[in-house]
């Protein structure tokens, strides 16, 4: 079975109503994005950092899998697909994808402030302000943030490295080192792009552009992979 590699973003997620910030001028959710994902504005003001994500856990119990999510499973019965995704949340999972990579942590997950390898499922939505490792640390959220390393960039590598045919959809290839994962996809690999605007990229030739939204898009490339129509 050919192996599918998708490569996520947060146009995907948007389509089930989760916010962005690219398009904000460096905002997300009202507050500069600096404050919120970098260790710095956590050394800053913890406990406005805890509230943002607690807020954006909440809201993403109330969000659903959208047609692009439930359309990468639906591809699972013709191909091996394994998924890298930019995402934080769990849309994929709850989706039904069986094979998802993180790159940038996951949002219904803690972590230990001094010992980052101590991650933990958070039950329900809340990190308290004295909620703690195993050692006595503080948790934080299991987010990758600016400045941090991205410790499962080498899984995502050796995950490109062997896709037979490979699709970025919901991402404007923009993010590195994400976006640097099409180094690694083997020369005369088969490449789509799902997205409805203008996106520059660098260095790849023979791209497959698919411009329309991650939802739709999704669509039009399980037709064009398979020969058949999505059945919802």
């Known amino acids: 079975m050919e192996k599918l590699v998708v490569l996520s973003g947060a146009g995907i997620s948007a389509e089930s109503g989760i916010s962005t910030f690219r398009d904000k001028g460096g905002l997300w959710e009202e507050h500069d994005i600096m404050e919120v994902a970098s260790p710095e504005g956590w050394e800053r003001n913890q406990k406005l950092v805890q509230r ?28 091996d697909v394994e998924i890298i995704t930019q995402n934080i949340d769990d849309l994929h999972e709850r989706a039904g994808s069986k094979k998802v990579t993180h ?9 230990s402030t001094k010992y980052p390898d101590l991650v933990y499922e958070i039950e329900g939505w809340e990190i308290g302000d004295d909620d703690r490792c195993e050692k006595g640390f503080q948790l934080r959220p299991h987010v990758v943030w600016f400045g941090e390393p991205v410790p499962a960039m080498e899984a995502a590598i050796e995950i490109a490295s062997r896709a037979d045919i490979f699709v970025v959809v919901g991402t404007s290839l923009n993010v590195y080192p994400a976006a640097g994962l099409l180094d690694y996809v083997p020369s005369g690999t088969p490449l789509y792009l799902i997205d409805p605007g203008e996106v520059q990229y660098r260095g790849q030739s023979g791209i497959n552009v698919i411009r329309e939204k991650a939802g739709t898009g999704c669509a039009v490339l399980f037709e064009k992979l398979t020969g058949d129509q999505l059945p919802f």
């Not at 994500?53 to 639906?74: F, G, I, M, T, W």
């Not at 790159?103 to 972590?111: D, V, W």
Request: aromatic share 10%; proline share 3%; glycine share 2%.
């Open 52 to 79: 943002f994500y607690n807020e954006r856990r909440r809201q993403l119990l109330d969000c659903e899998p959208n047609r692009a999510h439930k359309a990468l499973v639906e591809l699972e019965k013709y191909f």
């Open 103 to 111: 790159l940038h942590g996951e949002l219904r997950k803690a972590q």
